[in-house]
């Protein structure tokens, strides 16, 4: 794995125009991937991860800005690329995109072939002969037969036709896959299987990988890094060892504790009480404050930086102003326990 990022994400703020005014939907974002690395962006439904993985590829909606910050890959800037820069540059080859619900996404009328052929005529100098031997290539890694190439969408299952869409993000040999909730609409044999052809994609490829998901142990089990977003800010980011056995962040906390840990079958599953708030214009307060239990005043009157938590891992880095008290100078299962027992 490069040393060097591949992508790089740098205090990048992201609003969408509406009639209420400009809607913060992400606000100084900042996080790297590396070459060869998975990459996990987690967080509720709402909180921007979504908003920040179009962003990467110039897939905003209309109505949808980067107010500031940049986006680089490879070093070179891409936020400000015009459509057609970046369907040369970047789009398919370098980053490729699933989207959600991205079996929907397949075209009825046109044949997979015909669909990888278009995809290649846009963003490549392939020749026809060429791009669907690679795309022959590709159905072989994500385990369809080759001589379905052919076939229409409606000729598949839905487990195949997720492998399909696998298949036409990888054909062009991109350098980073951004997965939304690729798995969404299959049952969870399906799901354990498409991971497993990531998995077995990522040794034959060395693709790296952004997997968008709301499922923190799913990230856990397949990234090598990740960040947790809150209310558009991101609020934790590290090594998935770390954060995992040394969350730094109230929210990657108490996340953590809301799915099953087999270590602790006997332990109640925390809930996270109300929702992440909208914000307008400038973000200039943890948002987070107000569903957190450890949170004071201060929390409300300003907006945390993402700072180093953890000396002994540099790239461990959360936005917190009570971080070192809630998670050093306390046991925070205790606290919590505390807290609760106040609020009964």
Request: glycine residues 6%.
């Amino acid at each position: 794995m490069s040393s060097e990022p591949l992508l790089e994400v740098e205090n990048l703020t992201i609003e969408y125009e509406t009639r209420q005014g400009p809607l913060t939907a992400v606000s100084n974002a900042d996080f790297t991937v590396g070459e060869g690395e998975y990459f996990g962006l987690v967080g509720e439904s709402g909180c921007g991860k979504s908003t920040l993985a179009k962003s990467i590829i110039g897939g905003l909606d209309d109505n949808g800005k980067i107010a500031s910050g940049k986006l680089k890959y490879r070093g070179e800037e891409i936020q400000d690329l015009s459509d057609a820069q970046l369907n040369e540059k970047i789009r398919w080859k370098e980053i490729a995109y699933i989207p959600q619900a991205s079996m929907n996404s397949l075209d009825p009328l046109q044949r997979l072939s015909e669909q990888a052929i278009e995809i290649a005529n846009v963003h490549t100098d392939l020749t026809d002969e060429e791009a669907l031997t690679q795309f022959k290539e590709m159905f072989e890694v994500v385990g369809l037969p080759e001589n379905r190439i052919r076939d229409y969408p409606h000729e598949f299952s839905g487990g195949m036709q997720q492998r399909a869409i696998i298949a036409l993000a990888l054909f062009l040999k991109p350098s980073i896959i951004i997965a939304d909730e690729p798995t969404t609409a299959l049952d969870v044999i399906m799901q354990d299987q498409i991971f497993k052809y990531l998995d077995e994609i990522r040794g034959a490829t060395d693709t790296s990988m952004i997997l968008i998901t709301h499922d923190i142990s799913l990230v856990f089990e397949t990234c090598d890094e990740l960040a947790v977003m809150h209310g558009g800010q991101i609020a934790e980011t590290g090594r998935i060892t770390d954060v995992y056995d040394n969350p730094k962040h109230p929210y990657s906390y108490l996340l953590q504790r809301a799915f099953p840990d087999i270590r602790y079958p006997d332990r109640e599953l925390e809930t996270i009480e109300g929702t992440p708030p909208q914000q307008f214009g400038d973000v200039d307060y943890c948002t987070f404050a107000n569903r957190c239990p450890w949170a004071e005043e201060g929390c409300r009157e300003a907006a945390p930086e993402l700072e180093v938590s953890d000396r002994s891992a540099e790239n461990h880095r959360a936005s917190c102003f009570r971080s070192k008290e809630i998670f050093e100078q306390q046991d925070p299962d205790e606290s919590l326990a505390a807290i609760r027992g106040d609020q009964a």
